[in-house]
């Protein structure tokens, strides 16, 4: 009987003062399951908009190399779903060529509105209302106009049902804390509570099984637009996913605060939207990626559930613009070819997508700065550990394992190959055990996969039913699936995860 088991290990920044080699524990305790990672497909970056879906094709599903599996979309305020009416530079059609390949191939499509339509506002324009005026009125959602927030954005979801695209989860706002002069709507946090709790029941969810509902989503990840929907009974029942961005906050701050709530009462937690190193005048460096890197791996250990980075296409991006004024000595910013940051991302996206986390015996608590991260999961059949080391010194690194382990492959990033920045190794092991000794080279980002010997403890698959008890699963390549279908993996609601085939 084939017996499964993954774990996957992210650990970062080990400083040149320590010592040329370290240990680290992966414990069996279990933390949150993964449900993926993603980017946006918003008009700036994806011009010409509706057209171009070379991004998604390099970037998504589980063959492609990069390996992403959720898809961010704007609900622009311009348009109701009519065809005929008019809008200012952009509309709902605009991302559904791109949602249509990321749904081919497993993935999941959201929407947010950076500002509902602009005659339901104090302001009367989807314009936020930030300018230098001190006058200036601040946009938000008018209170008459409760009752019909969530009636458009079912219109959103039967115009892409339409077009051929089922979408997963609708949001409540992007940045309801953030006063804007580009489109937007604030929210105090009191109000996103009076607008759940008395009028989120209209999101057609009968019409449009399995959508979710996002909170709204904070430009930091504070706890005071989280913790008020959490708290009340009403909004628990109709929020599914806690989201917020990072600008201003490390993941380890506001963000593991905010996941403390949503994790007691089963929800999950998604960071939707953050562009580290924006805004820079040239192709971030190697070690600028490895920041990246860590962030990935500080969500994790915040609690996080999903990762959704800013534009898909950009210099600073997972694919080239083609604008030159951004290349660096070798470096190109060859437009729609992968960049370096993409294969950063890959690491976790292919590996970490459906796991489940546990905890080691380093994990990092806080955002203060620290000489190493790690960060551990299950998933599967094989063991994976994830490396990352920013000094100039390389380390030997003795992994202590939960179960026995038979053999190995190494997948290395360094930042100086000049296409493929993933290379792949094997790793020798002599005999079953549970302590392996790997090289991790200095300022390198590494994933080292193991696979379980099948005589250590380990997940036995059997046939179970669609009814039996109340379970998440996901198919093989760890997309989460609405309902078990097949051969598929079940995390049951006791934290126990096994391989089960469901015969209707």
């Known amino acids: 009987m084939k017996k499964i088991v993954t774990t996957v290990l992210a650990l970062a920044a080990i400083t040149a003062v320590e010592a040329a080699s370290l240990t680290i524990t992966v414990n069996s305790t279990r933390k949150q399951t993964v449900t993926g990672f993603g980017a946006a497909c918003c008009d700036g970056a994806m011009k010409p908009y509706g057209t171009d879906t070379q991004p998604v094709r390099l970037l998504y599903g589980p063959t492609s190399k990069i390996g992403l599996n959720i898809m961010r979309m704007e609900i622009s305020p311009s348009f109701r779903g009519d065809e005929n009416a008019s809008w200012s530079t952009y509309n709902w059609q605009g991302c559904v060529p791109s949602a249509k390949i990321v749904k081919e191939r497993g993935g999941i499509v959201f929407g947010t509105p950076w500002s509902p339509p602009g005659d339901y506002k104090t302001n009367g324009t989807a314009q936020g209302g930030n300018t230098e005026d001190a006058n200036a009125v601040r946009g938000k959602l008018r209170e008459d106009c409760y009752d019909k927030f969530f009636p458009w954005l079912n219109t959103y979801l039967k115009y892409m049902k339409t077009k051929g695209v089922a979408v997963d989860a609708v949001s409540i706002q992007n940045e309801p804390d953030w006063w804007v002069n580009y489109s937007g709507c604030l929210y105090d946090p009191q109000d996103l509570v009076k607008l759940v709790k008395n009028y989120a029941y209209m999101l057609d969810r009968e019409t449009y099984p399995g959508v979710k509902l996002i909170s709204g989503e904070s430009l930091g990840f504070t706890q005071n637009y989280t913790d008020p929907l959490m708290n009340d009974a009403t909004c628990r029942e109709q929020i599914d996913i806690v989201a917020g961005h990072l600008y ?59 990762y959704i980075y800013w534009y898909m296409r950009a210099h600073w991006a ?117 302590t392996v000794t790997v090289e991790m080279p200095a300022r390198s980002l590494n994933t080292y996969i193991f696979m379980i010997d099948n005589g250590s403890t380990a997940i036995s698959e059997h046939t179970a039913t669609p009814t039996e008890g109340k379970s998440t699963y996901y198919d093989l390549h760890g997309h989460r699936l609405p309902a078990p279908k097949g051969l598929c993996i079940e995390k049951s609601a006791d934290g126990i995860t096994r391989k089960i085939y469901v015969n209707y």
């Open 318 to 434: 997972f694919v080239g613009t083609g604008e030159t004024k951004y290349n660096v000595g070798t470096m190109r910013n060859t437009k729609n070819q992968l960049l370096p940051r993409a294969y950063v991302m890959s690491h976790f996206s292919k590996h970490v997508t459906g796991s489940t986390r546990l905890t080691t015996s380093r994990d990092k608590t806080s955002g203060e700065g620290a000489a190493s991260e790690y960060s551990a999961y299950i998933k599967g059949d094989s063991l994976i550990v994830m490396a990352i080391d920013t000094t100039k010194n390389a380390i030997d690194l003795k992994i202590t394992l939960p179960y026995n382990v038979k053999s190995g492959v190494h997948l290395l990033s360094t930042g100086n190959e000049k296409e493929n920045l993933c290379q792949e190794k094997p790793i020798t092991i002599e005999e079953s055990t549970k």
């Open 248 to 306: 201003g906050h490390a993941p380890l701050i506001y963000m593991k605060e905010s996941a403390k709530l949503a994790t007691k009462y089963g929800k999950e937690v998604w960071m939707t939207e953050h562009s580290v190193t924006d805004n820079i005048d040239h192709l971030p460096n190697w070690h600028e990626q490895l920041i990246f890197a860590e962030e990935l791996n500080e969500c994790m250990l915040a609690g996080c559930t999903g």
